[in-house]
């Protein structure tokens, strides 16, 4: 069974940069996505990236419009993560930023938010304020 844990959130302020970490753990299935969402207070929960579990010229991500050329997503196969690359950060990206699994699916397309999800991790918080 799969398990994952985020890290790295944290306060930054407005402009700033964080990189936040989902960890791997378990047993994966052939084909899956790790994507991230975020949840501000008071708000539903948005998809924020995905990305699939093929290598080389399979390999594929998709990004919100909200953090599109702001953030990156990429696998760090050495430490079995998924890592989020947030860069110009602003008040609006405030919020618990989750990563979460779906199986079964090879590439993610512009409705990766709409997939089966699980499981989720706990969550991380991050704060863009000054």
């Known amino acids: 069974q799969t398990q994952l844990a985020e890290s790295g959130g944290g306060l930054v302020e407005p402009g700033g940069a964080l990189t936040l970490s989902c960890a791997i753990s378990g047993s994966t299935p052939d084909h899956y996505v790790i994507s991230w969402f975020r949840q501000a207070a008071g708000k539903k929960r948005e998809g924020v990236s995905c990305?699939?579990?093929?290598?080389?010229?399979?390999?594929?991500?998709s990004y919100s419009d909200s953090v599109k050329g702001r953030f990156r997503t990429w696998r760090d196969y050495a430490k079995n993560t998924v890592e989020l690359e947030m860069n110009s950060l602003k008040p609006e990206d405030t919020g618990v930023y989750y990563c979460?699994?779906?199986?079964?699916?090879?590439?993610?397309?512009?409705?990766?938010?709409?997939?089966?999800?699980?499981?989720w991790g706990q969550g991380t918080q991050v704060t863009v304020s000054s």
């Open positions: 979460a699994a779906a199986a079964g699916y090879r590439h993610c397309t512009s409705a990766y938010y709409a997939y089966d999800y699980e499981p």
């Open positions: 990305i699939n579990s093929v290598t080389g010229n399979g390999a594929s991500t």
